[in-house]
């Protein structure tokens, strides 16, 4: 996420007193139902301890204790909220601190729990490998969470009650409640829009959780997941980590997320169709052809990227989210000042090919179908930026469009050889197999060895195509 959706400790101050009343009036009594399936799922023993994290009144870690005779700590960021979970029961052990940064060793506790927390985190995935590295191996690990009705018929009324019915009713009960109610339904959605249930799940097994089980309650308003641990030996991430985001990324951390975050080879293969471009024309302008690598580099290359990579890590880069936004946004913001003098040279209707391409980036940020399908793909990141940079430097219009539709198909033989592969790679918990072969012979089949032909193409091909298209421009430039 670029930036939080609301600072619990502000949106929550001065609610403490009446929180648990009044979250209970206003979900009519499914706050409660659904705490009690989260402590359901945790199978504590007694001589556990849990660690409660964004417990605010206490709620879930007075029910753990209840429930199990464990040991529980609660920790918020709320101090309002703290002080009313003291003033409930002083025998729970209190922390004030982040989920971000836990002030806990390793494998501290034998369970986890937390409840609404995601939504207040710049990074969720992050977050929970922050949870995980503080549960044992064997360990539970269990949150609430809203949800949004997947059904369209409840979606609906789900909607009309959090836009309407329950910042009236907040209002009714206070200014402060008016405001939570306000907040809560777009803030839910709008997490939800960034991190579908599907990716948050991953999050789940690429934190080293296995047995992950969503439970959707209340017709989806509630969502109650679970998982455990898994031993070190068996850790999906394991073979994950082995083989890293992508060919090209490096371990994370410091300026080598910078690297990784370029996606170096994907960005020069995409350059490759700017030059193939340029190269159409008799005799393409230095000058122009320098800015439209430079324009398409930044879009592409840091703008395009530095969005994707806010949307769940795939990369697994530790930037933080305002630096991923302020890159992303500066990049395009660049890219377009570069196309607008452009257009005061090549001539204003080239404008129409500015604003598409900054508009192909930004549906590429939040993921419009369209420009993430196979031929969205083929035309925007092969077949566009040929006929953008032939259309500057003043190509025929005919060998542009072949041109094109060349750069089209190999962009899309690009993400077919890539989504396999990326897959595996980013997705994977364990790849088992054998090739039997009919001399009687056979071959193991792991994550390594089902990835191998298709990364080994992709390393040559897009080496290929920028040494082609780069010949091809000094060939105009040189005869």
Not at 103 to 125: E, K, S
Not at 302 to 313: I, K, P, S, T
Not at 331 to 343: C, D, I, N, P, R
Request: charged share 20%; net charge positive; aromatic share 8%.
């Amino acid at each position: 996420m670029a930036r939080r959706t609301g600072d619990p400790a502000r949106v929550f101050t001065g609610i403490g007193k009446s929180y648990e009343r009044v979250a209970t009036l206003l979900s009519f009594g499914q706050d409660a139902r659904w705490r009690r399936a989260l402590v359901d799922s945790v199978e504590a023993k007694p001589g556990d301890t849990v660690l409660d994290v964004a417990t605010g009144t206490g709620m879930v870690a007075r029910q753990l204790a209840r429930r199990y005779g464990c040991r529980v700590v609660g920790l918020d960021q709320s101090e309002d909220m703290l002080s009313e979970a003291v003033r409930r029961d002083g025998h729970i052990p209190l922390v004030r601190a982040t989920a971000e940064r836990l002030p806990f060793p390793d494998r501290a506790f034998d369970h986890v729990t937390f409840t609404y927390l995601l939504r207040y985190v710049d990074d969720p995935a992050a977050t929970l490998r922050e949870l995980a590295r503080v549960l044992r191996p064997g360990g539970r690990l269990a949150t609430l969470e809203f949800g949004v009705p997947p059904n369209p018929v409840w979606r609906v009324l789900w909607r009309t009650y959090t836009r309407v019915g329950l910042p009236v009713a907040g209002r009714a009960v206070s200014e402060s409640w008016g405001s939570v109610g306000a907040f809560l339904g777009p803030s839910i959605e709008r997490f939800y829009r960034a991190h579908p249930q599907s990716r948050i799940e991953r999050y789940w097994r690429e934190a080293g959780m296995i047995e992950v089980a969503t439970r959707r309650m209340s017709l989806g308003g509630g969502t109650v997941m679970s998982a455990t641990r898994c031993e070190p030996r068996t850790e999906p991430n394991t073979r994950k980590r082995s083989l890293g985001a992508a060919f090209y990324a490096l371990r994370p951390g410091g300026w080598r997320d910078y690297w990784t975050l370029l996606h170096p080879p994907y960005t020069l293969w995409h350059l490759s169709y700017v030059l193939l471009g340029a190269a159409l024309a008799p005799a393409p302008d230095p000058r122009i052809v320098g800015g439209a690598l430079l324009a398409f580099g930044l879009a592409v290359g840091v703008g395009a990227h530095a969005f994707d990579e806010l949307r769940g890590r795939p990369l697994g880069t530790r930037i933080p989210g305002p630096a991923l936004v302020a890159m992303g946004v500066t990049a395009l913001a660049v890219s377009v000042a570069l196309g607008v003098v452009a257009a005061t040279v090549v001539g204003l209707p080239f404008l129409a090919l500015v604003v598409l391409g900054a508009a192909l980036v930004i549906g590429y940020a939040f993921e419009l179908p369209f420009v993430h399908s196979d031929a969205g793909f083929a035309l925007a990141w092969g077949a566009f930026p040929v006929v953008a940079t032939a259309s500057a430097v003043g190509a025929p219009p005919l060998p542009a469009l072949v041109a094109a539709g060349a750069a089209a198909v190999l962009s899309l033989a690009q993400r077919r050889l890539s989504t396999r592969v990326r897959s595996i790679r980013r997705r994977a918990d364990s790849v088992r197999g054998e090739v039997r072969y009919r001399d009687g012979t056979a071959e193991r089949i792991d994550a390594g060895a089902l990835i191998a032909a298709p990364e080994s193409a992709l390393r040559l091909l897009w080496i290929a195509a920028f040494a082609l298209a780069l010949g091809l421009l000094l060939a105009r430039w040189t005869s």
